[in-house]
């Protein structure tokens, strides 16, 4: 178990680039599963996650080089075993080998995915999704999930699903017929898998909308694809930057994706200017202003982003109030917070008021997940004193040497493994 020691009071200066998406690592990723060609996808974040992701597709025999955050991939190999709790209970996006291994193979036995503990995320969409395409399911300690043969079907998704998104487009690729996919999950790394789809030969319609009409395809080729910015990574950075009133310049951000986070920035009155594909946070020019923060689906604010907001919002005059009606075990991150000073009031397990400005202090934190454990370590950075982190390794599967980056910027972030 890894800690960060967190030296605060350092003002960040200089620049910084914004990694490719976690979140679409995995279903471009998995997408390989669909062909016997050799795929090649740049700009893969080298983070715990997909480390333990191409894990298990090497476990199913998938041949693989993964260097410089460029990964080469061949599945003709590939054997369609069960992915047992040892292989994915740990990892949330492991749901996404369902959809391209029943395409493959037309069955797929898995257990149930794992990941944070930041509320119930049941995968219903998923599997009404697989029933609509002709599948049989049986559920027990394990997913048992055929079909004979996938069958294009209209699939009107009863919860606007990202994850359940991208496996419907997965499984549906290679389906006779014609698919529609209505009340389809439009976010960055969804478009950025159906580029990477019709690259390899799919005919996927739509993209970028909420209805997506897919022609199944005999067989995918391989395909070169680049993978998109990571949305989230840049909005950590913008705040880590604004919360420490320093100078940063953070490039290679996708900024077609940031309209909802970028709002909410200006409307906390941070001091920024955007480029093509740049932000560059500067020292406030008056004082924060605290503001409403509701959640959704993309192109609203997502999910992931509140809890970094939330510690700017410590730093902000007024009341920050927060909604996030998606997850009830989301707040997590806030007892953290208030052991390090933040003024919290607590409406319901969905709705919060934070109050501000306050002074932080330092504190021994456990990271609580993924997104809550960076808002504890940017939080951390405009502490008074030392702060303790433990659980590094939680922050490590969704950032790319975050501390080291941090650093480069003025940071004082010690690694005790």
Not at 75 to 96: F, P
Request: hydrophobic share 40%.
């Amino acid at each position: 178990m890894s800690r960060f020691i967190v030296h605060g009071g350092h003002k960040l200066a200089g620049s910084v680039r914004v990694q490719g998406s976690k979140n679409a690592a995995f279903p471009v990723i998995a997408a390989t599963i669909l062909t016997e060609g050799t795929c090649v996808i740049k700009n893969i974040p080298d983070i715990a996650d997909v480390r333990n992701f191409l894990s298990i597709l090497q476990s199913l025999g998938a041949d693989l080089k993964f260097a410089n955050n460029e990964l080469e991939i061949n599945t003709a190999r590939l054997q369609n075993k069960t992915l047992t709790n040892e292989l994915v209970g740990k990892l949330r996006g492991s749901i996404l080998f369902a959809g391209p291994l029943l395409a493959r193979f037309g069955k797929v036995t898995l257990a149930h995915p794992g990941g944070d503990a930041i509320g119930a995320r049941p995968i219903d969409v998923h599997l009404e999704g697989f029933r609509a395409l002709g599948a049989s399911i049986e559920q027990g300690d394990l997913l048992h999930i055929s079909v004979p043969s996938l069958r294009g079907s209209k699939i009107v998704l009863g919860v606007t699903s990202v994850t359940g998104t991208e496996n419907l487009v997965l499984a549906s690729v290679l389906a006779e017929g014609g698919t529609e996919i209505r009340l389809a999950d439009f976010s960055p790394h969804v478009q950025d898998l159906c580029g990477m789809l019709n690259r390899m030969g799919a005919k996927i319609e739509g993209v970028g909308t909420s209805s997506l009409k897919i022609t199944g395809a005999k067989s995918l080729n391989g395909a070169i694809h680049t993978l998109c910015a990571d949305e989230i990574e840049a909005v950590t950075l913008c705040v880590a930057a604004a919360v420490t009133r320093g100078s940063v310049k953070i490039s290679g951000a996708d900024l077609e994706s940031l309209d909802a986070p970028l709002a909410a920035l200006k409307r906390m009155k941070v001091n920024y200017e955007t480029g093509k594909d740049d932000i560059t946070i500067f020292p406030p020019r008056n004082a924060y202003q605290g503001t409403q923060i509701i959640t959704g689906v993309f192109p609203q604010l997502l999910t992931d982003e509140q809890p970094l907001l939330a510690v700017l919002a410590t730093q902000a005059e007024g009341i920050t109030s927060i909604h996030d009606w998606i997850y009830e075990g989301r707040q997590g991150y806030l007892k953290a917070l208030e052991q390090m000073g933040a003024g919290v009031q607590y409406d319901d397990v969905h709705r919060v008021r934070i109050y501000g400005p306050v002074r932080l202090h330092g504190a021994e934190i456990k990271t609580p997940d993924l997104r809550g454990g960076a808002s504890i370590l940017i939080a951390s950075l405009v502490a008074q004193g030392d702060s303790i982190i433990y659980n590094a390794e939680i922050i490590d599967r969704g950032y790319e040497r975050l501390d080291e980056r941090l650093n480069a910027l003025g940071a004082k972030i010690e690694r005790v493994e």
